[in-house]
């Protein structure tokens, strides 16, 4: 059974859209997409004056205490105004490894820091075209590790990192500071994202959880940062969905607002579909976290948020004609951000395979 | 939410006792009629047991429970493919509007109740030859007949007419006056002189909708359910419910676990076709657009029970439902290959991929077509203009034919 918001949560969703659509800047965030390594400082000092960074770590290591439900609605406001920091998510799940390993002197020396926004944390798993290796390439022995994580988000400012690496042929889940470690940029085409291929060489880390336990937890943090972005990706897909109808209702074409022909009307209505869908299943998925059914209710929500996301990007440029593929229109910033979020915590293909499998299973 | 699980313990208890006489099994080589007289037996069972009318008031008859245990005891009854597929539309449109509109309270009670029972069916007047999806554009017409009215016409597509005994109709009672303001709403008996039924019979070999023929048709002013030109309002209504009902995540087709199942036990490629991408990749977009659609209905369903209203969302269910079913129904069929190509027009379509495949269509069209439910949401929801109706403002008689 699905939750209703309960008033604490509709005043989340309500003060975040607010400080956020009065802050938010097309300008700003076109300027960026031509800079390697810079991140969109006013969205990330809101994030922290609004103490979004620690919004679900809980109380005792200096966070807030809430739930993925109401990470969820801030990331949906994220989403829909394009926020230029991928903080949110990929700090989501750094704090949440630290809760889950129970290993105190981490918990003490990073999880203030990351719920206080004074230290950015990330997540690095992902190895070739694997967002969740089996044997991890990336080596961690005798308290150091070795090896490339490749288009690390967030890799190129990240203080620290919870990587996912072999530990005696076994999965294992570590703390690496970043201070020393190589990374190279990479020049995206979604810059602010930071991605950056992280190189350890012998860097000192800290084990947080290892073998089976690991790569349970792995699953489980990908999962949840997962319906994290898909909340993102449904903010998005409704901020689109709003501008083509707005666009629909003005733009004008034979004497008339382009929306009253059905070929436009139809395909905005069908975009209401696909982003209604994916709102049902995020909230789902948020009421879920920690239940049995959890893995198979983010997987449909992620995979209905990234084509719901994916659509809206691809309908409402072409709703919006030539405009639509211009620079300054602006309307590529969410074609690139479909993008890098259906890729980012593993892609369609990646979560269509899980969901069957469970599926396959309990049959 | 243990009252909800003791209630769904006490719905499971129950149809587990009654499964064998009125189930799937016993169901199995009925023909039409024999198990249209055991559906009336189940329905009386059922009643009698506390369960016809969950979430209507104990006044008219029902329980007086909420929408949530009407889900509830829905969900678990169509587990048992019950015979009540005559009774849906009677007991999810009209007889509600008659509980709405309906003048004489003792009389509404009675028809309640009787209709509950399955001692009497109701079916919907609405389309018509000249049209369905331009609902306002209907013909027959209802004219003043001393304090009473006659009737004259011909409506389409009204399922099981051919069993019911009363329907809700709506005529036309002003033909000088524009389409949309000059139809009235009546309820009409459907033994009464001057109405002849004729079923029509569907692709899928089935006929349970039909035409029906009004010559003369006698009607008092008590039969009247709207005021007279107000007609349209209730139909829309009468639309609504119907639009919103339709909230099997499934469109009426064969659950998901059916093909989950079918893709487990075939061989493709000298493999089970669940490890075929191609299939896994339908497996994964239909569960992840069914679960969206479920949480939708519960999340309608706790707003209904909270007294708040439910979302607009709730038009998407057959939009979407239906479409996603006649693809997936192809593709069983696909999976099936040579082996699949025995029919009969006796199974069901929430059973067999071949009868859900050919009766979707009717699904898609029946009770506002994909295209009319996407201008609903356009223009309702989402406030894009109207189409282009050069019939506007005209007077009915006045439109060109």
Same mark, same amino acid.
């Given at each position: 059974?699905?939750?209703?918001?309960?008033e604490?949560?509709?005043?989340i969703?309500?003060?975040s859209?607010?400080?956020?659509?009065?802050?938010?800047?097309?300008?700003?965030?076109?300027?960026?997409?031509?800079?390697?390594?810079?991140?969109?400082?006013?969205?990330?000092?809101?994030?922290?004056e609004?103490?979004?960074?620690?919004?679900?770590?809980?109380e005792?290591?200096?966070?807030?205490?809430?739930?993925?439900?109401?990470?969820?609605?801030?990331?949906?406001?994220?989403g829909?105004?394009i926020?230029?920091?991928?903080?949110?998510?990929?700090?989501y799940?750094?704090?949440?490894?630290?809760?889950?390993?129970?290993?105190?002197?981490?918990?003490?020396?990073w999880?203030?820091?990351?719920?206080?926004?004074e230290?950015i944390?990330t997540?690095?798993?992902?190895?070739?075209?694997?967002?969740?290796p089996?044997?991890?390439?990336?080596?961690?022995?005798d308290?150091?590790?070795?090896?490339?994580?490749?288009?690390?988000?967030?890799?190129?400012?990240?203080?620290?990192?919870v990587?996912?690496?072999?530990?005696?042929g076994?999965?294992?889940?570590?703390?690496?500071?970043?201070?020393?470690?190589?990374?190279n940029?990479?020049?995206?085409?979604?810059?602010?994202?930071?991605?950056a291929?992280?190189?350890?060489?012998?860097?000192?880390?800290?084990?947080?959880?290892e073998?089976?336990?690991?790569?349970?937890?792995?699953?489980?943090l990908l999962?949840r940062m997962?319906?994290?972005t898909?909340?993102?990706?449904?903010?998005?897909?409704?901020?689109?969905l709003?501008?083509?109808?707005?666009y629909?209702?003005?733009?004008?074409?034979?004497?008339?607002?382009?929306?009253?022909?059905?070929?436009?009307?139809?395909?905005?209505?069908?975009?209401?579909?696909?982003?209604?869908?994916?709102?049902?299943n995020?909230?789902?998925?948020?009421?879920?976290?920690?239940k049995?059914?959890?893995?198979?209710?983010?997987?449909?929500?992620?995979?209905?948020?990234?084509?719901?996301?994916?659509?809206?990007?691809?309908?409402?440029?072409?709703i919006?004609?030539?405009?639509?593929?211009?620079w300054?229109?602006?309307?590529?910033?969410?074609?690139?951000?479909a993008?890098?979020?259906?890729v980012?915590q593993g892609?369609?293909?990646?979560?269509?395979?899980l969901?069957v499998?469970h599926?396959?299973?309990?049959? | 939410?243990?009252?909800?699980?003791?209630?769904?313990?006490?719905?499971?208890?129950?149809?587990?006792?009654v499964?064998?006489?009125?189930?799937?099994?016993?169901?199995?080589?009925l023909?039409?009629?024999?198990?249209?007289?055991?559906?009336?037996?189940?329905?009386?069972?059922?009643y009698?047991?506390?369960?016809?009318?969950?979430?209507?008031?104990?006044?008219?008859?029902?329980?007086g429970?909420?929408?949530?245990?009407?889900?509830?005891?829905?969900t678990?009854?169509?587990?048992y493919?019950?015979p009540?597929?005559?009774?849906?539309?009677?007991?999810?449109?009209p007889?509600?509007?008659?509980?709405?509109?309906?003048?004489d309270?003792?009389?509404?009670?009675?028809?309640?109740?009787?209709?509950?029972?399955g001692?009497?069916?109701?079916?919907?007047?609405?389309?018509?030859?000249s049209?369905?999806?331009?609902?306002?554009?209907?013909?027959?017409?209802?004219?003043?007949?001393?304090?009473?009215?006659?009737?004259?016409?011909q409506?389409?597509w009204?399922?099981?007419?051919?069993?019911?005994?009363?329907?809700?109709?709506?005529?036309?009672?002003?033909?000088?006056?524009?389409?949309?303001?000059?139809?009235?709403?009546?309820?009409?008996?459907?033994?009464?002189?001057?109405?002849?039924?004729r079923?029509?019979?569907?692709?899928?070999?089935?006929?349970?909708?039909?035409?029906?023929f009004?010559?003369?048709?006698?009607?008092?002013?008590?039969?009247?359910?709207?005021?007279?030109?107000g $007609?349209?309002?209730v139909a829309?209504h009468t639309? %609504?419910?119907?639009?919103? #009902? =339709?909230?099997?995540?499934a &469109?009426?087709?064969?659950?998901?676990?059916?093909?989950?199942?079918l893709?487990?036990?075939?061989d493709?490629?000298?493999?089970?076709?669940?490890?075929?991408?191609?299939?896994?990749?339908?497996?994964?977009?239909?569960?992840?657009?069914?679960?969206?659609?479920?949480?939708?209905?519960?999340?309608?369903?706790?707003?209904?029970?909270a007294?708040?209203?439910?979302?607009?969302?709730?038009?998407?269910?057959?939009?979407?439902?239906?479409?996603?079913?006649?693809?997936?129904s192809?593709?069983?069929?696909?999976?099936?290959?040579?082996?699949?190509f025995a029919?009969?027009e006796?199974?069901?379509?929430?059973?067999?991929?071949t009868n859900?495949?050919?009766?979707a269509?009717? $699904?898609?069209?029946?009770?506002?077509?994909?295209? %009319?439910?996407?201008n609903? #949401? =356009?223009?309702?929801?989402? &406030?894009?203009?109207?189409?282009?109706?050069?019939?506007?403002?005209?007077?009915?008689?006045?439109?060109?034919?």
């Amino acid at each position: 059974m699905s939750i209703l918001y309960d008033e604490g949560q509709q005043a989340i969703a309500t003060e975040s859209r607010r400080v956020l659509e009065a802050r938010a800047s097309k300008d700003r965030l076109l300027k960026l997409l031509t800079t390697t390594g810079e991140v969109d400082k006013p969205f990330w000092d809101t994030a922290v004056e609004q103490g979004w960074t620690g919004l679900a770590i809980p109380e005792e290591h200096g966070g807030l205490g809430l739930s993925l439900a109401e990470l969820g609605l801030v990331a949906q406001q994220a989403g829909a105004v394009i926020a230029g920091a991928p903080y949110l998510t990929v700090g989501y799940g750094a704090s949440q490894a630290l809760v889950a390993s129970g290993v105190a002197e981490a918990q003490a020396a990073w999880l203030p820091k990351l719920a206080a926004g004074e230290a950015i944390g990330t997540v690095a798993f992902a190895e070739g075209t694997a967002p969740l290796p089996a044997n991890p390439k990336v080596t961690f022995a005798d308290g150091k590790l070795t090896g490339t994580k490749p288009g690390v988000t967030a890799g190129i400012t990240a203080d620290v990192a919870v990587v996912l690496a072999s530990h005696q042929g076994k999965p294992a889940l570590v703390l690496a500071e970043l201070a020393g470690v190589t990374r190279n940029a990479i020049d995206s085409y979604d810059n602010t994202r930071l991605y950056a291929d992280l190189v350890f060489d012998g860097t000192p880390a800290t084990l947080l959880v290892e073998g089976e336990a690991a790569s349970t937890l792995a699953l489980d943090l990908l999962a949840r940062m997962a319906v994290v972005t898909a909340h993102e990706q449904t903010g998005a897909a409704e901020a689109l969905l709003f501008t083509a109808r707005d666009y629909a209702l003005t733009r004008k074409a034979f004497g008339q607002p382009i929306g009253a022909f059905q070929s436009v009307k139809h395909r905005i209505a069908e975009l209401y579909g696909f982003v209604e869908i994916a709102r049902a299943n995020c909230i789902h998925a948020a009421a879920s976290e920690g239940k049995a059914n959890f893995l198979v209710a983010a997987a449909d929500a992620r995979i209905s948020a990234t084509d719901a996301y994916d659509t809206a990007a691809r309908d409402t440029v072409q709703i919006h004609g030539g405009i639509g593929a211009t620079w300054e229109g602006g309307l590529h910033l969410h074609m690139r951000r479909a993008r890098s979020l259906a890729v980012e915590q593993g892609n369609l293909m990646f979560w269509e395979d899980l969901l069957v499998d469970h599926l396959g299973e309990a049959a | 939410m243990t009252d909800f699980e003791a209630y769904r313990a006490s719905a499971r208890e129950f149809l587990e006792s009654v499964a064998g006489e009125f189930g799937k099994d016993a169901r199995r080589g009925l023909d039409v009629e024999q198990d249209l007289a055991l559906g009336r037996r189940y329905m009386a069972t059922k009643y009698d047991a506390g369960f016809g009318g969950i979430s209507w008031p104990k006044e008219y008859g029902g329980q007086g429970l909420t929408h949530t245990h009407k889900l509830i005891f829905d969900t678990e009854e169509a587990k048992y493919s019950m015979p009540v597929v005559y009774f849906g539309i009677s007991l999810g449109m009209p007889v509600p509007i008659l509980m709405h509109y309906g003048q004489d309270k003792d009389f509404v009670k009675e028809r309640i109740v009787k209709a509950l029972r399955g001692e009497e069916i109701w079916c919907q007047l609405f389309s018509e030859p000249s049209g369905g999806s331009d609902l306002a554009g209907l013909r027959t017409r209802a004219e003043v007949d001393g304090n009473g009215w006659r009737l004259n016409g011909q409506k389409l597509w009204t399922s099981w007419a051919q069993y019911c005994d009363y329907g809700v109709i709506v005529a036309r009672t002003d033909p000088t006056a524009q389409k949309h303001k000059g139809l009235t709403y009546y309820w009409v008996d459907m033994k009464a002189p001057g109405v002849e039924v004729r079923p029509v019979k569907l692709a899928a070999g089935d006929s349970h909708v039909n035409e029906v023929f009004f010559d003369d048709v006698r009607l008092e002013d008590s039969q009247r359910m709207s005021p007279v030109g107000g $007609g349209f309002a209730v139909a829309m209504h009468t639309l %609504m419910i119907e639009r919103y #009902i =339709a909230t099997d995540s499934a &469109g009426f087709g064969p659950p998901l676990d059916v093909f989950v199942e079918l893709a487990r036990t075939t061989d493709y490629n000298g493999r089970p076709a669940i490890s075929d991408g191609r299939i896994r990749s339908q497996i994964a977009r239909n569960h992840a657009m069914r679960a969206g659609l479920e949480s939708i209905t519960a999340r309608a369903m706790l707003m209904m029970q909270a007294g708040m209203e439910a979302g607009p969302e709730g038009s998407l269910n057959k939009l979407v439902a239906v479409r996603s079913r006649q693809r997936l129904s192809e593709l069983a069929m696909d999976l099936k290959g040579q082996s699949g190509f025995a029919y009969s027009e006796h199974n069901s379509p929430r059973e067999d991929w071949t009868n859900s495949w050919i009766s979707a269509p009717t $699904g898609r069209i029946a009770g506002g077509a994909d295209e %009319m439910l996407l201008n609903t #949401i =356009a223009e309702r929801i989402l &406030g894009l203009p109207q189409d282009h109706r050069p019939d506007k403002g005209v007077p009915f008689n006045q439109i060109p034919a």
